[in-house]
């Protein structure tokens, strides 16, 4: 998925109750542009936390109906540093990228994409997609691989009974259960099912920071309540964590070592200084422009003509980790 913000709002967060101790990080509203575009939610990046672990950015979007009123159109466009994390709960969407890849990525399958120095993809929900519900994750890559060929896997994680909870790890390794896909720092990623009146209590490791993704259902975390489209984030050090759900609730969990390195995030680039961007944007810009696919980001061989990067802001972005 690609970042479409023209002008990113920025969200001030009250304080939180002095009784609080889970913090939560509200969702804002970013539609993802386009004639029938789809609207999501990104509770990361955000200005009182920039990264989960290396995860750099969370959208979730739907159960929206895809039909005549609205699809899911992604035209190719670019990625460096990271990898990203399509995940659905229904829907269908079809996948293209410039390593060769055409992928139809399903609910409960992983696609993971890993740009590296460089690659460029489309998403376009297919006409049996139905409802399209799911995330778009995204992880930060370390700067020993940032620069690695970039590449394209597949895994379907199998369900496992964790509590009263199904498990599917899709990355990493939790209660047992273990993906076999490339990460690149110590990472896990998974979905939770929890059903009406169920609970579950999930060892974590204690040296990654998380963060829970309410996906739906009355939960709470901890004993406090999560509400759906909030990420709760529980740091370095916490052991376990305790769900319950009053009513069927589903969600992400996410989690992490630190990055340990700061980063620049523009668009759809990460960088590690404003001029690296800069040329990242050049490089981008030359290929929409003449069309060829002989330049860093290679070529999609289908219809859609690539998405403009936006135009820079005025002042030298700041780095942020
Ligand atoms: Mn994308």
Do not use: K
């Amino acid at each position: 998925m690609s970042n479409l913000e023209q002008r990113p709002a920025e969200l001030l967060l009250a304080d939180p109750p002095e009784t609080a101790s889970l913090e939560l990080l509200l969702p804002r509203d970013v539609p993802l542009g386009g004639p029938r575009a789809m609207g999501v939610r990104r509770t990361l990046p955000q200005r009182s936390r920039s990264l989960i672990g290396a995860w750099c950015f969370v959208d979730h979007y739907g159960p929206e109906q895809v039909g005549e009123s609205g699809r899911m159109i992604v035209p190719p466009h670019p990625h460096t540093g990271l990898q990203t994390v399509s995940w659905l709960f229904s829907g269908e969407i079809e996948h293209r990228d410039s390593t060769g890849t055409h992928a139809i990525v399903r609910p409960g399958e992983l696609n993971l994409m890993t740009a590296g120095r460089g690659i460029q993809h489309s998403e376009l929900s297919t006409d049996a997609s139905g409802v399209l519900h799911g995330a778009q994750l995204w992880i930060a890559l370390p700067t020993c691989t940032r620069s690695m060929e970039p590449r394209f896997e597949h895994y379907r994680p199998v369900a496992a009974r964790v509590g009263d909870a199904t498990v599917r790890v899709f990355l990493g390794s939790l209660a047992g259960q273990r993906s076999p896909v490339t990460v690149f720092s110590p990472l896990v990623g998974a979905q939770l099912d929890v059903p009406a009146g169920g609970r579950v209590e999930l060892a974590l490791n204690r040296e990654f920071e998380h963060g829970l993704l309410v996906d739906d259902g009355d939960l709470t975390v901890d004993g406090e309540t999560a509400p759906v489209d909030a990420l709760a984030f529980l740091p370095r050090g916490t052991r376990s964590v305790s769900l319950r759900a009053r009513s069927t609730a589903r969600a992400l969990l996410i989690g992490g070592s630190p990055l340990g390195e700061p980063i620049i995030m523009w668009w759809n680039f990460i960088g590690r200084t404003h001029d690296e961007v800069v040329e990242f944007r050049r490089e981008w810009q030359q290929h929409v422009e003449d069309g060829l696919d002989n330049g860093a980001f290679g070529g999609i061989r289908h219809g859609l003509p690539p998405l403009p990067a936006p135009v820079m802001p005025n002042v030298r972005l700041r780095e942020r980790g």
